[in-house]
């Protein structure tokens, strides 16, 4: 599964918007184009999503 797949899987697990999901820490356009695998996130930005929604790196991968 590829890492905006997992981003989604995660964003529909807790119920939110992908304007929730990004919570200013990437707009939400770019957001949306990295769950469906047209851009790449930097490791600090999917480090800071996963933060700010409560996911732990080890349940991610």
Do not use: W
Not at 8 to 20: D, H, P, S, V
Not at 37 to 57: F, P, Q, T
């Amino acid at each position: 599964m590829k890492i905006g797949e997992l981003l989604q899987k995660f964003r529909l697990e807790q119920g939110k918007t992908r304007k929730e999901f990004a919570s200013d820490v990437i707009s939400p356009s770019y957001y949306c184009k990295i769950e469906k695998g047209s851009h790449r996130v930097s490791a600090e930005d999917l480090i800071e999503l996963l933060k700010r929604n409560n996911i732990r790196l080890s349940d991610f991968f």
